[in-house]
């Protein structure tokens, strides 16, 4: 194995912009912006940071997320109303499965590792 086969994580490219679709958007303005910094050959696996400003949003997850808030904090709500709020540098994994709302109570920056299993 060489170093190409090495990914930094960074932020150092200019990001990807999106906005939350209407239907999920709940609060808020909706912009967010990503850095993918690795996706495997299989299309299955990706790193990298994602951010967005304080905002809520409908989720509905189908892959397994790794999260790392770095700043911010982000509350989930499940369809019975549990809720858990995270801060900096408390990691925790989101299943595949899990519905329910994401919350950025101010702006958040997180890195981020998925697995989408193929269907």
């Known amino acids: 194995?060489?170093?190409?086969h090495i990914h930094n994580i960074t932020r150092s490219t200019a990001p990807s912009i999106d906005q939350i679709a209407?239907?999920?958007?709940?609060?808020?303005?909706?912009a967010t912006?990503?850095?993918n910094a690795f996706s495997d050959a299989s299309g299955q696996f990706h790193v990298g940071h994602w951010a967005s400003d304080?905002?809520?949003m409908r989720v509905n997850y189908?892959?397994?997320e790794l999260c790392?808030?770095?700043?911010g904090r982000a509350a989930l709500t499940d369809e019975a109303g549990n809720r858990q709020e995270f801060g900096p540098q408390q990691p925790f994994v989101i299943e595949a499965g899990f519905t329910g709302t994401w919350e950025s109570l101010e702006p958040?920056?997180?890195?981020?590792a998925i697995f989408e299993p193929n269907p």
């Open 1 to 4: 194995m060489t170093l190409e």
């Open 22 to 30: 209407g239907e999920k958007l709940l609060s808020g303005g909706g």
């Open 33 to 35: 912006q990503l850095w």
């Open 54 to 56: 304080a905002c809520k």
């Open 62 to 64: 189908t892959e397994n």
């Open 68 to 71: 790392v808030l770095l700043s």
């Open 108 to 112: 958040v920056v997180k890195i981020y």
